[in-house]
């Protein structure tokens, strides 16, 4: 098979991965275009130096970055994703800032859980889009969050506020969606 | 002063994202030592952080 047909096969995966961060199908595929384009004129540079798929993956996730970088200052934050207080939160705490629901122990090894990567996906996918963005940037793309602010055009509370709010409503969407809770 | 729950998970939280200030390391240090639920939440939170980071790989 050539090289572009090799690519080409990568894209419906691609495509995943893209939308999930971007959250705009249009935004996705261009992104993806752009990496494949890019990974097209790059061929030499390839020649078998990793896994294909990990190597498009990483010219893919510059091409995020850039798409993320651009919508957000098209777009600022709306709605709640706009407030920096985790006001929000407090329901999930009673009158003395104990759980309502108190966290339990997850099942060892949920990592090697299918349904478990399964349900995060969904769950990612259900977050607003600005805060799944934070949460991705910071854990899937490795940024500290100086530079998810500066990418995003708000302050460092605001975004630690962000990333709370991801982490909260993932596992909470966690336990119904893989534990049935 | 006793730590709240509430703000246990928030620090727990930003805790992922930076190193706290020693005081607050101390406290949540304290809230943990009784607090099974914060404990579970703690633990949530790096398994997310692995499965995310591991995510598509």
Not at chain 1, 14 to 40: F, G, H, I, K, P
Not at chain 1, 57 to 68: C, M, Q, R, W
Not at chain 1, 97 to 112: F, I, V
Request: aromatic share 8%; glycine share 6%; with cysteine.
């Amino acid at each position: 098979m050539s090289f572009r047909a090799d690519i080409e096969a990568l894209r419906p995966y691609l495509l995943r991965y893209a939308s999930l961060q971007l959250r705009n199908r249009e935004a996705a595929e261009d992104a993806v275009q752009e990496a494949l384009l890019a990974a097209l004129a790059a061929e030499s540079s390839f020649a078998g130096r990793s896994n294909l798929r990990t190597w498009l993956t990483g010219i893919l996730k510059h091409k995020i970055v850039d798409a993320i970088r651009r919508s957000s200052r098209e777009r600022p934050l709306e709605g709640a994703e706009g407030e920096a207080s985790a006001d929000d939160l407090e329901a999930l705490f009673d009158e003395t800032g104990h759980w309502r629901d108190t966290p339990q122990a997850w099942p060892e090894k949920a990592l090697e859980d299918k349904q478990f990567l399964q349900a995060l996906e969904k769950c990612l996918a259900m977050l607003p889009a600005r805060t799944g963005q934070a949460f991705l940037m910071r854990e899937h793309l490795g940024f500290d969050t100086g530079d998810i602010c500066k990418e995003l055009g708000i302050t460092a509370t605001h975004c630690w506020v962000l990333l709370y709010r991801a982490r909260m409503a993932l596992r909470e969407c966690l336990e119904k969606g893989w534990l049935g809770r | 002063m006793m730590m709240s729950c509430k703000e246990a998970s928030r620090l727990l939280s930003q805790g992922m994202d930076e190193r706290l200030p020693l005081w607050q390391r101390v406290r949540l240090r304290l809230h943990l030592a009784i607090c099974d639920a914060c404990t579970n939440f703690s633990r949530h939170l790096k398994v997310l952080r692995r499965a995310v980071a591991r995510l598509y790989d």
